[in-house]
């Protein structure tokens, strides 16, 4: 009987050291390609990343939510995909990302939102993702980030957002 468990427990021990673990650069981001934005009955907007997954696992990335605060942390958006993004292994992909945006004070959004490049430095965003690659989690999370640090991560700017918001 104790013969059985010592053989389960050294396969479960030797299933966890073959899964590896998820590097964090596992996933390179290569820009952004198009923004399409929807401000009628449901406020969207439509991001499509050049994302690289360099890992020998497919990615799924769920619990997107981030959440848009001007300088003294009034909640001015919040931005969620409701569906899980794929990235198949050792492959770059066109990811299409739709975020579902509600405003908490729509007038104040729409001020900052038309003098974009004057308001970058007062955003911050704050919230997370969760990845997944085999039977591996793991959360990703910033919290209170200047808006312009979050784009340039993403290698996005702020014209190719205001280009993305005039059409």
């Known amino acids: 009987m104790r013969r059985g468990i010592?053989?389960?427990v050294v396969a479960l021990v030797a299933l966890v050291a073959l899964q590896g673990c998820l590097r964090k650069d596992a996933i390179v981001f290569h820009g952004i390609s198009d923004v399409e934005?929807?401000?009628e009955a449901s406020p969207r907007i439509g991001v499509v990343l050049s994302v690289e997954n360099t890992s020998c696992r497919?990615?799924?990335v769920r619990d997107i939510s981030f959440v848009l605060t001007d300088r003294t942390g009034g909640r001015i958006a919040k931005a969620v995909v409701e569906s899980d993004l794929r990235l198949p292994k050792r492959s770059c992909t066109e990811l299409y990302?739709?975020?579902?945006c509600s405003f908490s004070?729509?007038?104040?959004?729409?001020?900052?939102?038309?003098?974009l490049e004057g308001s970058v430095p007062q955003l911050?965003?704050?919230?997370g993702v969760t990845v997944r690659a085999g039977c591996l989690k793991k959360k990703f999370r910033v919290e209170?980030?200047?808006?312009?640090?979050?784009?340039?991560?993403f290698e996005g700017?702020?014209?190719?957002?205001?280009q993305g918001l005039e059409m």
């Open 157 to 162: 700017s702020v014209q190719s957002l205001r």
């Open 6 to 8: 010592y053989i389960c």
């Open 124 to 127: 911050f965003v704050s919230g």
């Open 105 to 115: 004070n729509p007038l104040k959004a729409l001020a900052l939102l038309g003098d």
């Open 58 to 60: 497919n990615i799924t």
């Open 37 to 39: 934005v929807s401000l």
């Open 97 to 100: 990302v739709p975020l579902k």
């Open 144 to 153: 209170h980030m200047p808006l312009s640090e979050f784009l340039d991560y």
